[in-house]
């Protein structure tokens, strides 16, 4: 039962948002009681702390699986990005800036998880790149890790990218090809070429 809860609740939450679902809302689609969930979760912020955990966990396992494949790097990161975009729905919701505002504590612990993982991940696929002659040898590693993972951050800020404007994937998109366009060798920018084509010719 409380993975039932669990997962209908991660459902609930990444598509009308943290604030916006009540437990009256999660019984109801789950058609159980509000007593049967207060048996597994003390209240809606416990509920809200391990759906998040349990969705971290869940893209941290389909990630490294994905970094197992042993894919060039710039593909590796494509898919990175298709895989998040399915799990999170798009975030139509704007579910990080809801858990941010509303959330605080759950926010800043779950950004620093999220920082440990992306930085171990971005810091191994730009020194396979690096090795595989398709980023430049002379980029800063630690340094474009740390900023790749900030701007992911930065770009789901509403207040930046009002959802009205920019969708999810738009933003993703054009940030992937803004990051790749600036560290590429000639090499690897003729995969981006035909990724970025691809890409676009199956919309």
């Known amino acids: 039962m409380r993975e039932k809860i669990l997962l209908g609740a991660t459902d609930l939450f ?3 948002g943290f604030k916006s679902v009540t437990m009256d809302d999660i019984a109801n689609a789950l058609g159980v009681s509000k007593k049967t969930i207060y048996q597994h979760f003390q209240n809606k912020t416990k509920l809200v702390e391990a759906t998040t955990l349990d969705l971290f966990h869940s ?3 389909g990630i490294d699986h994905i970094c197992s494949l042993d894919k060039n790097p710039i593909e590796e990161i494509y898919s990175i990005k298709k895989f ?3 799990h999170l729905k798009d975030e139509k919701s704007s579910p ?3 858990l941010q505002k509303y959330y605080p504590k759950i926010f800043n612990a779950l950004k620093h998880k999220q920082f440990e993982i992306m930085q171990t991940c ?3 696929n730009l020194n396979k790149g690096i090795n595989q002659g398709l ?3 002379t980029i800063h ?3 474009i890790a740390r900023l790749y993972f900030n701007t992911m951050v930065a770009i789901k800020d509403k207040n930046l990218f009002p959802l009205k404007t920019f969708s999810m994937d738009m933003l993703m998109n054009n940030y992937l090809e803004y990051h790749l366009r600036g560290i590429c060798t000639p090499k690897g920018l003729e995969i981006l070429n035909q990724l970025t084509t691809t890409n676009q010719s199956s919309k």
């Open 14 to 16: 990444l598509n009308y």
């Open 59 to 61: 893209i941290s396992c």
């Open 84 to 86: 998040v975009m399915e």
């Open 96 to 98: 990080q800036y809801q």
């Open 122 to 124: 971005v810091v191994s």
């Open 135 to 137: 980023y430049r040898d």
């Open 141 to 143: 590693v630690d340094f």
